[in-house]
Each structure stands twice: as structure tokens, then as C-alpha cells.
RNA sequence: GGCUCGUUGGUGAAGUGGUUUAACACAUAGCCCUCUCAAGGCUACAUUCAUGGGUUCAAAUCCCAUACGAGUCACCA
């Protein structure tokens, strides 16, 4: 046995022997292709659109193969930690829907017979494996500074040499016993790093789920897989999670798959099965001409929270990825429309290799599109749910007037191709405010072609004493007026002005934009009449009133 | 600089040697419909798949080179 003295000095006894948590950690009772995936962030912050995306596909791989699906905390940073980070994590994904079978279920929470979940509980797990790499020969101790590792760097630089920890530059692989047990009696900080068995001039094969095949250099430099704090580092704390947690599949952002050579010979060293690999493009945002990768600090959208924030429904967002993650989803939908995503087969082959921009007018169209397709009663109640957090006021409003909400979001919806003016439940209220008379103030502007406001108002009163009545059905209403246009010399019908326009004041979209603009302050509108019905005689009467 | 990946219209993309005069969707523009708006219908939008070579009767599809872009080369994940 190697390094005895030195790990005994470095490891307290309570560090147990590797075959415990070999023993502890049985095979998952699984049927044949179920997938075991996570979801690994470190809890620095809030959930980022691209991690909602992959954890949709990791979720959705998991659950359509009887898997599981488990959230592990990587907290192996303590320094770029941010305070409720896991309480945060759920949440943002728990408005997605994305729950998870095991693993942290809150801030100390969690549940799975797999766990510790949060990397920082596992410290004593990390350090069996590490002591057992030390005593096998497998590892080392080296006190090499980040000023040395400058200088190595820099030397290289100069030769034009591969730039690394390997070879005959990871000089701390020479050190002797003594030497070692001396610096650290004297409380020398240190690291323990991997002794790399690997060639440079050899290859690895990785076959990757999205990349495809990928050939590279064998890693041969000597990672740091213990930090000088004594917790490991990610690269050793992905191999023995994934092997202890049982994970089949490791789905992970396309900055990683440099590093699979790293990790393979990880996996070897602790005697553990390679995962397969699924290294998923980002999502991109152009800028000035300039590709980048979405960015958390620099783009609101690309916030998870944004979408909760902004009333867009959980099941636009989810759509849009699945779509960008496999286009062919949104050509499954256009002929399937009862279906959803649950059931769409998803496929890692259809992914595409490079990063998708990121288009947030795609989404707010497919937005639309699923709002449309819902019952007014439902948007009711998604309407209130979000306006009780984020719009006091208008839920003050709709939950008092319930019905009369139910009935104008109901406005050319419920017919084959209904309405479709907002993406968004913070949309909403910009589209009918003016149905509400606590918000309504008339609007003495746009009146369109007519702008003699004597006229208007004689428009308006004749319309009241002539051809008004509430009970009328939508054919007599319009029909009504047309005859009020026809008595102030405006033409019944468009094409009949435009063929002869001098023998018109004007035609019927004028009289009806009058009536429009006194009765709810826009020009622009959905259909007159059922808003004419919803607002009632009494209101429209005192509407009227207000423009004398 | 080394290693690796990528490159089809403004955007997401389909496409895996001949049915492609390059699908579909978003965006944009025009027309139609129409009392306004939204929607809907129709039309337009890559003679060409980063560029240059090659293989082949035939290439966006196979091979090579070049260019450009991205990732990585931490005691960060």
C-alpha cells in the first residue's frame, strides 16, 4: 500500500472503506431501458432558460422509459453559493411542472434511498474513494500553487507546448513520502490529483448521444480531485454520484464534452460503468451581429422567473423547447392537435448539433396559439391566479365582476378559428381594460374621418333614440346601423363608397367607428357588438353621457 | 496556440446519393376577406445548401482543404 502514513495524516477514521457505499448502493430494480437522469445544478442563483430545457428532455426521457428522475445539488463551490439556491431551483421548476422523483426536495429537504443529494453532505463518501485512489497508488498529493501553475503555463506557452498538469511537469507526482507528511505537519495547503495513466497520442471514442461520434486525445493530465478545502472537485464528484446514484444517462450543457475524457478515466479508476452522454447545444441570442450564448445576467428572457413574471403559460414555454429540442414536434402537434407533449416520442438524434437561436417571438406565437385553443372560463381562472401576485388591482376588479369577465374573455373565442390578440395573461389587461368602468375614461381623439364633434354627437343620440335596442341579434343590430348611416348620408356598405365615393360623406365603418370610440375609448377592438351586449343599455347610456 | 464541435433564407429547421424547380413553422411584405383590430385565405421571400477542390452518370447529402463561429485547456461548475 502507497501513501499509508499520508492518508492516515489526511483522513479521520470515521472515512469508511470504499466496498461500504459499494454495498449500500444496490442496483436499481428497474425494468429493461428504464433511464435514470438528473437534474445537477450548483445553487448559485435562479434557473436559467437552458436548464429548463434540459431538464424537460431529462424528465421526459426518465418518465416515457419508467426511470428516474432526481435532482442532486452540486455545492461543491462554497464561494459562489447564493442563499436559498435549492429552495429557488424548485421552485422555478416546479412552475414548469418539472418535479422530481428523488433527490432535494427544498433546502434541507430531501428524499431517495440513493441520497445524500446535496454534494456537501457527501464529503465522507468523496473521501473513501479519494483515500482508496491515494493508498492504491492512483492519486497524489501536490502542493502546487496557482503561481507555479502560472509559471508551468507560461513555460509551455513559450515552447509551444501543450499547456496542462501532465507529464514531466506534474513535478509533485515525484515527491517523496516524507517530504509530503513534513509540508503538511507544517499546514502547507494541498490538493489531491489524479494520477493520469492516460496518452496523449492515444484516443478515446465517445459515442454521444447528440454529438455523435467524437474521437479525442486520451486526458493525460493530473486533475485536481480534492480541493485544498477537502471537497472534491466536479469532475470527481460527477464519477462517484453517478456511479453510487445508479444514473444511466448524463445530459449536460455541450461545454462538457471536452471534458469526457477526464471523466471516462475517472469512472475506470473507481471501477465504475461510463454513463452514456447526452451533450446538449445551448440556446443562443444574437446581439450586434454577434452569436452568444444566452445570458442570464444579460437577457431577461433568458430567466425562468421572466415567464411566471410575465403571465406566459407554462405551456407555451415547455412547447417552444420541446420544439426547438426536436423540430418534428411542431409538425406532430399541426397534425395531431388534441395531443401533447406527453405524447411525443423525443429523440436525442433529432437534436441538432449546434446551438438554436433563441426566439422569443416563436414563442409568444405559440403562446397565442395555446391561449386561443382554451375555454374562457379557464383563462378566467389562470387570469386570476396570476393577477393575484402579480396585478392587484385588475384582481380586484375580475373577481368582482366574474361573469361579465368570463363573458368578455369569451368574445370570438368559442368558434373554428377563434381570436387570438393576446400571448400572455399579462397581456390581458391591455386588451380590455376599457370593459371595466373604474379603468374606462372616454378618449375625445380617435374619432377616425369624422372629426366634427357636433356631428358625432348627433351620430350617437340618433343612434340611441332610432336604432338602439338590446334585444336586437347581431344581423338587425348591424343592419340598424346601416340604416343610421344611410340617414346621415354615409354609405351602407364600403364597396358602394368606393365606387362612388363623392356621392358619400363617408360609409359605414365610420358611423360604426363612432360608436366604437365612444363606447370603449380605442379604435381598435374586438367585434362591437358583443362588447355592445356586455356593456348593457345603462352603460352605454352613461358612456354616451360622458362625451357631452 | 493545442484539442473538439459546428456552418441549409432574417429565425427554428426538413433533408442521410436521384420523387428537391430545397418541406414545414416563426418573422417580414403585398393582396383578398372585412364595420376597426386580431384571426383567416392567397402570394412573395435560399436558382441554392460557408468557400474551393475531388469522387460519381448524379451531391445540400460522400471525401479533402480553407474560412468563419463556438466550446475547452481552473483548487468554477
Do not use: C
Request: charged share 30%; glycine share 6%; net charge neutral.
Amino acid at each position: 500500500m502507497a501513501n499509508e502514513k499520508v492518508s492516515k495524516l489526511i483522513f479521520d477514521d470515521k472515512v469508511k472503506p470504499v466496498s461500504y457505499y459499494e454495498e449500500k448502493y444496490v442496483p436499481r430494480n428497474l425494468k429493461e431501458g428504464a433511464i435514470v437522469t438528473r437534474y445537477a445544478p450548483s445553487p448559485t442563483g435562479k434557473v436559467h432558460m437552458g436548464h429548463l430545457y434540459s431538464s424537460l428532455i431529462g424528465q421526459k426521457i426518465a418518465h416515457d422509459t419508467g426511470g428516474v428522475y432526481f435532482l442532486r445539488i452540486e455545492d461543491t463551490d462554497k464561494k459562489r453559493e447564493v442563499s436559498n439556491g435549492v429552495e429557488s431551483i424548485v421552485h422555478d421548476l416546479k412552475h414548469f411542472h418539472i418535479t422530481f422523483d428523488e433527490g432535494m426536495m427544498g433546502e434541507n429537504q430531501e428524499t431517495g434511498s440513493y441520497g445524500p443529494y446535496l454534494q456537501s453532505n457527501r464529503k465522507e463518501i468523496y473521501h473513501a474513494y479519494i483515500r482508496d485512489l491515494l493508498l492504491k497508488g492512483k492519486a497524489y498529493v501536490s502542493f502546487v500553487t496557482s503561481e507555479e501553475l502560472e509559471e508551468i503555463r507560461k513555460k509551455q506557452e513559450s515552447k509551444k507546448e501543450r499547456i496542462g498538469y501532465y507529464g514531466k511537469y506534474a513535478k509533485d507526482r515525484f515527491l517523496k513520502e516524507e517530504e509530503i507528511i513534513e509540508r503538511i505537519q507544517k499546514g502547507e495547503p494541498f490538493t489531491i490529483r489524479y494520477l493520469s495513466q492516460g496518452d496523449f497520442e492515444k484516443k478515446v471514442v465517445i459515442k454521444d448521444l447528440v454529438k455523435g461520434k467524437v474521437v479525442m486525445p486520451e486526458n493525460d493530465i493530473d486533475t485536481v480531485i480534492m480541493k485544498a478545502d477537502g471537497l472534491p472537485t466536479y469532475h470527481f464528484a460527477h464519477a462517484v454520484d453517478d456511479h453510487l446514484m445508479k444514473t444511466t444517462h448524463v445530459i449536460r450543457g455541450d461545454e462538457w464534452l471536452s471534458s469526457v475524457p477526464i471523466h471516462v478515466e475517472l469512472f475506470k479508476a473507481i471501477g465504475a460503468n461510463i454513463p452514456k452522454y447526452a451533450h446538449i447545444s445551448p440556446l443562443m441570442k444574437e446581439e450586434n451581429g454577434v452569436r452568444r450564448k444566452l445570458s442570464k445576467r444579460k437577457d431577461p428572457e433568458a430567466a425562468v422567473r421572466f415567464y411566471e413574471e410575465e403571465g406566459i403559460p407554462v405551456e407555451a414555454v415547455t412547447t417552444y423547447l420541446m420544439t426547438v429540442a426536436n423540430s418534428n414536434f411542431e409538425e406532430f402537434l399541426i397534425y395531431n392537435k388534441d395531443k401533447t407533449i406527453d405524447d411525443f416520442t423525443f429523440d436525442f438524434k433529432k437534436m441538432s448539433k449546434s446551438g438554436a437561436m433563441f426566439d422569443l417571438e416563436k414563442l409568444k406565437n405559440i403562446s397565442r396559439n395555446y391561449l386561443s385553443t382554451l375555454k374562457a372560463t379557464t383563462i378566467y381562472e389562470q387570469l386570476l391566479h396570476f393577477a393575484s401576485q402579480y396585478d392587484k388591482e385588475f384582481f380586484a376588479l375580475i373577481s368582482k365582476y366574474k361573469e361579465e369577465t368570463i363573458a368578455i374573455l369569451n368574445i370570438e373565442r368559442e368558434q373554428k378559428k377563434p381570436r387570438k390578440d393576446f400571448y400572455a395573461y399579462s397581456d390581458i389587461k391591455n386588451q380590455i381594460w376599457y370593459m371595466y368602468d373604474e379603468l374606462f375614461t372616454p378618449n375625445m381623439y380617435e374619432w377616425g374621418t369624422i372629426a366634427d364633434k357636433k356631428e358625432i354627437l348627433n351620430i350617437l343620440n340618433t343612434y340611441l333614440e332610432k336604432y338602439y335596442d338590446a334585444s336586437f341579434d347581431e344581423p338587425t343590430w348591424f343592419l340598424k346601423l346601416k340604416d343610421l348611416a344611410e340617414e346621415f348620408g354615409y354609405a351602407r356598405e364600403v364597396k358602394e363608397y368606393k365606387q362612388n365615393p363623392e356621392a358619400f360623406k363617408g360609409h359605414i365603418g365610420d358611423i360604426s367607428m363612432v360608436l366604437r370610440v365612444a363606447l370603449t375609448s380605442k379604435a381598435m377592438t374586438p367585434n362591437l357588438y358583443d362588447i355592445i351586449q356586455i356593456l348593457g343599455k345603462e352603460r352605454i347610456l352613461k358612456r354616451i353621457d360622458l362625451l357631452k
